[in-house]
């Protein structure tokens, strides 16, 4: 039954992505447009960067939020679980495509010490 299990979570845990959020991704409105897979799992920091609103957006009609890496500060964010086949649906969101944002794979602590690898922009 033991054994049953870990491969059951280890099955399901290839299927779905962890996703730290720091901007309009806080909600779950706006995640959900294109990514209804999306569920909130908790929340987690980025240490040893910064938030920033350093490039402007016609369709949000000014600046809109990004990460710079900066030594000695954090950004607080969302961390949603998202199912795999709705990993090129984040990516076109985030405009990557463009060239807007660059996925990046980071390690964010949540509360208690636990660190995780998530996707970010």
């Known amino acids: 039954e033991i054994v049953v299990d870990t491969i059951m979570s280890a099955a399901v845990s290839t299927l779905t992505f962890l996703y730290f959020a720091y901007g309009s991704n806080l909600l779950t409105e706006r995640i ?3 990514n209804p897979s999306a569920v909130r ?3 987690g920091k980025l240490e040893d960067y910064r938030l920033d609103f350093d490039q402007s957006s016609k369709k ?3 600046a809109v939020a990004t990460i ?3 030594r000695g500060t954090d950004v607080w964010g969302a961390l949603w679980e998202l199912s795999q086949e709705h ?3 984040l990516d076109r969101q985030e405009a990557v495509h463009l060239r807007q944002y660059e ?3 980071v390690t964010v602590e949540k509360p208690g010490g636990t660190r ?3 996707r970010t922009y």
């Open 32 to 34: 959900h447009i294109n």
């Open 41 to 43: 799992v908790g929340i």
């Open 60 to 62: 949000w009609h000014g």
């Open 68 to 70: 710079v890496p900066e």
């Open 87 to 89: 990993l090129a649906s």
């Open 103 to 105: 996925p990046l794979n």
């Open 116 to 118: 995780v690898t998530c």
